[in-house]
């Protein structure tokens, strides 16, 4: 399968843990994305990479949340502290350039007892 | 005002039938336009993209861009139950981005 992969697809926490997500984008896909979805909404931008580096981080991401994408290969979205207004599906998408189809992974979600 | 908008319906359509679906944008130099479609739980899935004015074609899915009214419309002919599910309009590069910014999505059933 090539498409992308996202770990794990489901994560009960409690408030107040830390949670790691993992996406591994399309090989050849340079750029990677991540998005939140709450129920009723459309996908919410939450950052983006190319390559390794981070070029955008949306409003929405508070310092509890972080991204790395540390070889420019899979990505890490980690939510420290976690808040019942955190659960979502968190979505990773990956496209091979800026205006190419963004294609998504299938989620990971969170729900935050 | 959004900057992209849908009718979040319910929209019901008969087995059959046209559904026709709409997208507004408000960033006239917005770049690229795409429809996923989105069945409960599961993640958005590309249906069409569409980058210049007029009509794009895809077996029973048309998308139409006409960028002067800043609209985008999706058409699914000889609809099917199997079409039942939440379509997302999505735009690329609005206020120069490069990112995509959803609408709230338009849940389409398909009446056998």
């Known amino acids: 399968d090539t498409g992308v992969s996202q770990n794990p697809r489901h994560k009960i926490t409690k408030r107040g843990q830390n949670v790691t997500f993992r996406c591994d984008p399309i090989?050849?896909?340079?750029?990677l994305y991540w998005y939140r979805q709450t129920l009723g909404q459309g996908p919410e931008f939450l950052t983006y990479?190319?390559?390794?580096?981070?070029?955008?981080k949306s409003r929405l991401l508070s310092d509890r949340f972080s991204a790395e994408r540390p070889k420019g290969s899979f990505s890490t979205l980690e939510i420290q502290r976690t808040e019942q207004g955190d659960s979502a599906m968190y979505l990773c998408?990956?496209?091979?350039?800026?205006?190419?189809?963004?294609?998504f992974g299938p989620g990971t979600r969170l729900t935050v007892l | 005002q959004k900057e992209v908008e849908q009718n979040s319906g319910p929209l019901s359509v008969p087995e059959g039938a046209i559904a026709s679906l709409n997208c507004t944008y408000s960033?006239?130099?917005?770049?690229?336009f795409f429809w996923y479609r989105q069945y409960s739980g599961k993640s958005p899935e590309l249906i069409m993209s569409?980058?210049?004015?007029g009509d794009k074609e895809d077996g029973r899915f048309t998308a139409q861009l006409n960028k002067a009214s800043q609209y985008v419309s999706l058409l699914i002919r000889d609809s099917q139950p199997s079409d039942s599910a939440t379509y997302l309009c999505?735009?690329?590069?609005?206020?120069?981005?490069?990112?995509?910014?959803f609408g709230q999505g338009t849940r389409l059933t398909i009446n056998p």
């Open positions: 998408a990956s496209s091979f350039s800026e205006k190419d189809t963004q294609y």
């Open positions: 090989s050849e896909h340079n750029r």
């Open positions: 990479f190319q390559n390794e580096a981070q070029l955008e």
């Open positions: 960033d006239r130099g917005s770049q690229s």
């Open positions: 569409i980058y210049s004015n």
């Open positions: 999505a735009v690329n590069g609005i206020q120069g981005a490069q990112k995509l910014v």
